[in-house]
């Protein structure tokens, strides 16, 4: 485990409770994405492979993969930028130490470490800025101890003695974030303490009258998947981080998932939160399906991001296990057909680039002309009793056929749904051979997702020509979640940062005008994303001065003391 920082001084240190926490930093990258097990590399034959047992991927071979990424970038296999090995524990700042407060959560019983690699695990999310710098050695501001709390009144006793010794209190559960939002504030002086929830990770009863479920807020997604099937049930909340991503983080970050067009959003599944803040538990007083007393509570903990408190229990709905379970796949001559196709369709959908096609690719390109550089492909997910399921997919080809939609297969399909699962893991891939990239997201109305489409990818483009990317960058996007009044959005950009001096500060000016073209063209700050540090310059002009102001009357009240200090949102 290598935590045994506070053994000697006779603190109760529980072993036992900390294996998950050991097993996490074992199985996973400290600096890249997902299981250190995972990833795409090119083997001696110059074949692109994806390693590990872990994914319906693992284990292929892909031979088109190299090509791609030589002719897309500019790449070379010849110019490899290998990451650091191991954290360099000197690298890393000795801990800002409240003694006084380190003697009174000994005194708890609650676990805690100031080893340097728990430290720094808990440091970072997953914006480019941050993995760069890991991958190069470079460790900045870390949290100064992390601390393991095993339930609710944990939690309560870690936020009472912070607030007492005045400590700064960053919640922390899969460290999934792209928003910046773990980053801990450089000029923060006070003992920063990371509240890793990971050990809060049961589900404490299911009510299948209600059809309800209270689980802790550290559960990863597929934890609670899983536990919830061998009950015959499941909540359908499939972020592409479900891996990794806790159900706290869910509710901190407003999240959304790939089958919310049957499951609804996290802020529909949730009927229940308790949260600790500096001023107590906030909870209601029933779990009634809903309430006319005002406004909603459970909207300022919805997306506060940290700031508020730690998030410790959550009753959400569940529902019995699909009878069946479906996968298609549609192929669009061009993606302005397909997003019209999207606009008459109420289930999950994602629309790749063409080279997700595999089978039939000649079929549909020679015999039924359509051009493999702009054709795209709808991937479906259909689920239910069978009978539906079957009724469903028929109508959903028949309207596919009326804007030009040819059936693609299931094999496509449940590719192209897998694939969401590992595309995080290309970007390790690209900074082993000096490409850097980055996905950000948005919502739109449906009148605007073309232009919006089209106006971001040239921007990038002109933007890289414009700071000295020497190679022209991959600009792309696909529509994810659809809403009647509108879609959700994925842009991808990369670029390739040979003669670039300062490849990460261009990187973050290109994706700053994206995200002013964004809001320019009508698109939402964040779709699910969240806010974080990385985009609450744009907060006041998303939600207006006054909205800023009742954001910050609330952080005022429930946090007077700035106890929980990310300094995320505002």
């Not at 992390?146 to 609710?152: D, Q």
């Not at 939690?155 to 559960?173: R, T």
């Not at 919830?228 to 998932?257: I, K, Q």
Request: proline letters at 4%.
């Amino acid at each position: 485990c290598g935590s045994t920082s506070n053994t000697d001084a006779g603190g109760l240190f529980m072993w036992m409770s900390l294996i998950g926490h050991s097993l996490r930093q074992e199985i996973m990258k400290w600096n890249g994405w997902g299981y250190v097990d995972s990833k795409f590399q090119f083997n001696k034959k110059g074949q692109a492979e994806f390693t590990g047992k872990r994914y319906r991927l693992s284990g292929m071979v892909m031979p088109a993969l190299k090509e791609w990424f030589e002719s897309t970038f500019g790449a070379s296999l010849q110019h490899k930028t290998p990451a650091s090995a191991i954290p360099n524990s000197s690298a890393v700042q000795p801990p800002i130490l409240n003694e006084a407060f380190v003697e009174d959560l000994k005194s708890t019983g609650i676990p805690f470490s100031q080893d340097a690699e728990d430290r720094v695990f808990r440091a970072h999310g997953h914006c480019l800025h941050e993995i760069f710098a890991l991958r190069e050695g470079k460790v900045g501001r870390v949290p100064d101890m992390v601390v393991w709390p095993s339930n609710h009144n944990d939690v309560v006793k870690i936020v009472e003695l912070a607030c007492k010794h005045n400590v700064c209190l960053i919640p922390y559960g899969g460290g999934t974030s792209v928003s910046s939002a773990l980053e801990c504030p450089p000029e923060e002086t006070r003992t920063i303490v990371s509240v890793d929830t990971s050990q809060m990770n049961r589900i404490l009863w299911i009510d299948e009258k209600n059809l309800t479920a209270h689980v802790e807020a550290g559960i990863v997604g597929q934890e609670l998947e899983r536990l919830l099937n061998e009950s015959g049930y499941c909540t359908g909340h499939e972020p592409d981080s479900m891996e990794f991503s806790s159900l706290g983080g869910w509710v901190a970050t407003r999240a959304s998932g790939m089958k919310k067009n049957i499951y609804g959003n996290i802020e529909d599944l949730v009927v229940h939160i308790r949260m600790v803040t500096p001023q107590g538990v906030i909870e209601k007083s029933c779990q009634g399906p809903r309430m006319s007393t005002g406004p909603d509570i459970h909207h300022f903990i919805l997306g506060s991001e940290g700031t508020l408190g730690v998030v410790t229990e959550v009753t959400m709905k569940i529902r019995p296990m699909p009878e069946y379970q479906k996968y298609g796949s549609v192929v669009f001559p061009n993606f302005e057909q397909g997003v019209a196709c999207l606009r008459e369709l109420t289930l999950i959908t994602n629309v790749f680039a063409g080279h997700a096609l595999k089978p039939q690719k000649f079929y549909i390109t020679k015999f039924k002309g359509f051009d493999p550089n702009r054709l795209c492909v709808a991937t479906l997910l259909f689920e239910g009793d069978r009978e539906r399921v079957l009724q469903h997919e028929k109508q959903v080809y028949d309207i596919a056929a009326k804007f030009g939609g040819l059936a693609a297969g299931e094999d496509n399909g449940q590719r192209g749904y897998m694939l969401t699962f590992v595309i995080a893991y290309l970007r390790d891939l690209g900074m082993d051979y000096y490409v850097i990239g980055e996905s950000f997201e948005t919502s739109v109305p449906w009148d605007r997702v073309l232009d919006i489409c089209r106006n971001v990818k040239e921007r990038i483009i002109r933007e890289c020509k414009e700071r000295g990317v020497q190679f022209p960058p991959l600009s792309t996007c696909r529509v994810t979640q659809t809403y009647d009044a509108g879609a959700c959005v994925y842009f991808y950009f990369a670029f390739n940062y040979r003669g670039l001096s300062d490849p990460v500060h261009v990187y973050e000016q290109v994706e700053h005008a994206a995200r002013d073209e964004i809001l320019a063209n009508g698109g939402s700050l964040s779709h699910h994303h969240g806010v974080g540090k990385l985009r609450k310059e744009w907060m006041r002009e998303t939600v207006s001065r006054v909205g800023m102001g009742m954001l910050k009357s609330v952080k005022d009240y429930v946090d007077p003391g700035n106890i929980f200090g990310n300094r995320n949102l505002l």
